[in-house]
């Protein structure tokens, strides 16, 4: 008997997350497992670019050598968010805390997720190690999941000819001639007037890739150059589950078109408000965490809203969701658990996805 006791204390301290819990008393001498039923978390991730607008140093020569008035006059950097994503996540609702005996169910057959909560009933061990490494991959994926560019000191594309010149005019000259020498290079490749032909379709695709990379890099010391660096930003939403409250409304962040994410606080951008609506058949859990040890295994019946992220005028998203905090928790029949079945459940909700017998 000490050693099942001692098994069970074990799994309780593998099982339940670190935070503020509540003291819980267990019997002693007697083996239990505890688990928590799933509290939902909106990770809601920012897209936007980041545009850079660079003067190119010739850019008073661009049409005396090239006959272009179509260049960049003003340098400038501005951000323009994009798009925003969202997904649910699930941690353990440490209110909503239950304690199982070993009686009429096997504690050994209760599949939890590493946060404590319920992915399933007498799985099998590659099934349930599945569902559980997919959650853990979704929550390092909120870590991992990154977008920034960088730049990068560009050396100027001319040769030792140009860059030794004697004036800004006279490089300005030698840039433009080599721009001319690869149009007519690549003018007699295409029309087979050269004197060594490549040897086959691939050699000439990539000259020509090369080719015009070059006169890109030799263009935009003329008409200036545009850069647009790609960013992601990531922000953890959690619903509340206060008894009466139909809406909730906050500001995630604001976003500034010259200094792109800024905080919430800050005026200096316009607020990207998140509008998270209560059906009204949903409500809040009335369930309260079992203290006393039971012989029934609960689930969760999670409750829906729908969840709007605006910006200015822009509705950026507009989706319903289930959170699993605004739900209540229902006891599985014991006749059905007494046929031994296997039963998976949502480790985002907490909600039955499938019982086979």
Known sequence: MKRITCWALTLLLCCAPFGKVKALVLPEEEPVLVYYMPQTELLLTAEYDEVVTE???????????????????????????????????????????????????????????????????????????????????????????????????????????????SSTAKMAEGAAKQIYRIRETRLNLLAGEVDKAPVDGNAIKLMLQELDKREQELTALFVGRRTVIHHKHHVTFTPKNTSGQKKEES????????YGIVAADDLSGEPVNLQLTKNTHSQRHTDKPSQKPGTSLYYNLPGSGNLIVTYGDNEMINHPVDIAQWGVSVPLNAALIASSPRITFNPLTGAIVSIER
């Open 55 to 165: 003067i190119g140093p010739f850019y008073q020569y661009s049409e005396r050598f090239l006959g272009t008035k179509d260049v960049v006059t003003k340098a400038e950097r501005l951000f323009v968010l994009t798009g925003m994503k969202f997904r649910p996540m699930a941690c353990a609702d440490t209110t909503r805390t239950f304690i199982l005996q070993d009686k009429n169910i096997k504690l050994q057959w209760v599949n939890l997720s590493p946060h404590g909560t319920l992915v399933g009933y007498n799985l099998p061990a590659e099934q349930s190690t599945k569902r559980t490494s997919s959650a853990r991959h979704r929550d390092n994926d909120k870590q991992q999941e990154s977008s920034i560019g960088t730049e990068t000191t560009r050396l100027m594309p001319l040769l030792e000819e140009q860059l030794m010149a």
């Open 251 to 258: 500001i995630l962040f604001r976003f500034s078109k010259y």
